[in-house]
Each structure stands twice: as structure tokens, then as C-alpha cells.
């Protein structure tokens, strides 16, 4: 079975902060790894993705990920948080095929000013 | 030139009723999806279908019926609607079956009253 676990509900940063938001996976197969955000009220849109090759990933809004096989993680990280970033960022895992894609629950960034 | 759209956005409704949510993809894609994302955010899916045939159908009761007329939509059918039917659900699209990546509709808050 697979799972992933997104720690911290909630963070908190100021603004021109690193981000960190952290992501754990579990998989008995090679996965494939997503991060979405999701702003208030709308759909979840892809940040970056995963699948093979380089295992740092940049993505849209200045935010990258690396995989790190040995420490089953895949987390995000900005290094200055801007205030249009304050959403929901959810952490996910495909390692079934055929799109069965397991979301972790969700961390809330909030930036202060 | 909305590439998933969710119609309503917004449903409350009764106990016991029959509601319809409808998805339409203009992306060409051929695998489209419905997810359901409870009050605390996690988000599961429900169904896939690929082409309009069902290809996903995870653990879910019965009365709620999808439908695929052609591969740009697919329509979510709830018979006897329940309090804990509450969600928000989200429509999403990927190229085909064993595409990474999904994209995402804005999302039908359902309310059950």
C-alpha cells in the first residue's frame, strides 16, 4: 500500500522566509511525486511533479522539490515566501499506475508580513 | 476557455434528495476523474473513467452513480443524498490513463441539510 504524510497541518512563515513544507511517502514501487497547491475556493493546481531523472525539481512560483530515495521524502521549499503564497499545499504519491493518486492531508502556509 | 468546468459550484440540498454535478473538459484529454475532499481537506478518489469506460471505482456507496456520455464529460449522479455526503467535490482530467499529471476543476461544495 501506499501512503504519504505531510508533516505540520499548518506552518507559519514571514514574508522573504524559506519555505519548508515537509512530505514523507511510503511506496513498495518507484513513485511518482506531486506537489499541489490549492488557493481558497478553487481547484488544486500542479506545482511540480516527480517521475524519473533529475531528483530536484523546479516548479512554477519559484518553488522546487528534491526526492531523496533514501529518506522517503519529497519536500518543497521556496526561499522567500511572497504573500501570494498563503494556500493549501498538498503533497502526493502515484506508485500504482493508472492515476490512483493518494493526497496527504493538506499544509496550510500562512505568510506574515 | 475554462479547461475543467464543475457545474454548480455551489449546492445545498436537502436529505434525501437526488442531485447531479456535471464536469466537460475542453483539453482533448481522455481520463477524467472525481474526487472527493472532506471537511479537513483530504481528498480521495472516487472514480476514473477512461474513454467512458470506468477504469477506478474505489469504495464508495452506491448511490453515487457516475456517468460518461463522451470522453469530455462526466457527470456525478447522488441518489439519496446523506448529512455526511458533505464535501467538495473535484472533477479533474489527465492526457490519458497512465498520465502523471491531473488537471483540476474549481470544485462543487455540496452541502446536506
Known amino acids: 500500500a501506499q501512503s504519504v504524510t505531510q508533516l505540520g497541518s499548518h506552518v507559519s512563515v514571514s514574508e522573504g522566509a524559506l519555505v519548508l513544507l515537509r512530505c514523507n511517502y511510503s511506496?513498495?514501487?518507484?513513485?511518482?511525486l506531486f506537489w499541489y497547491v490549492q488557493y481558497p475556493n478553487q481547484g488544486l493546481q500542479l506545482l511540480l511533479k516527480?517521475?524519473?531523472?533529475?531528483?530536484l525539481v523546479k516548479g512554477i512560483n519559484g518553488f522546487e522539490a528534491e526526492f531523496k530515495k533514501s529518506e522517503t521524502s519529497f519536500h518543497l521549499t521556496k526561499p522567500s515566501a511572497h504573500m501570494s503564497d498563503a494556500a493549501e499545499y498538498f503533497c502526493?504519491?502515484?506508485?500504482?499506475?493508472?492515476?490512483?493518486?493518494?493526497f496527504g492531508t493538506g499544509t496550510k502556509l500562512q505568510v506574515i508580513p | 476557455d475554462t479547461a475543467v468546468s464543475q457545474t454548480p459550484k455551489y449546492l445545498v440540498t436537502q436529505m434525501g434528495n437526488d442531485k447531479s454535478i456535471k464536469c466537460e473538459q475542453n483539453?482533448?484529454?481522455?481520463?477524467m476523474y472525481w474526487y472527493k475532499q472532506d471537511s479537513k481537506k483530504f481528498l480521495k478518489i472516487m472514480f476514473s473513467?477512461?474513454?467512458?469506460?470506468?477504469?477506478i471505482n474505489e469504495t464508495v456507496p452506491n448511490r453515487f452513480s457516475p456517468k460518461s456520455p463522451d470522453k469530455a464529460h462526466l457527470n456525478l449522479h447522488i441518489n439519496s443524498l446523506e448529512l455526511g455526503d458533505s464535501a467538495v467535490y473535484f472533477c479533474?482530467?489527465?492526457?490519458?490513463?497512465?498520465?502523471?499529471?491531473?488537471?483540476f476543476g474549481q470544485g462543487t461544495r455540496l452541502t446536506v441539510v
Open positions: 479533474a482530467s489527465s492526457l490519458n490513463r497512465l498520465e502523471t499529471e491531473a488537471f
Open positions: 511506496s513498495s514501487v518507484p513513485p511518482y
Open positions: 516527480y517521475t524519473t531523472g533529475a531528483t
Open positions: 502526493a504519491l502515484n506508485s500504482g499506475g493508472y492515476q490512483k493518486v493518494t
Open positions: 483539453l482533448g484529454h481522455d481520463t
Open positions: 473513467y477512461n474513454n467512458k469506460e470506468l477504469i
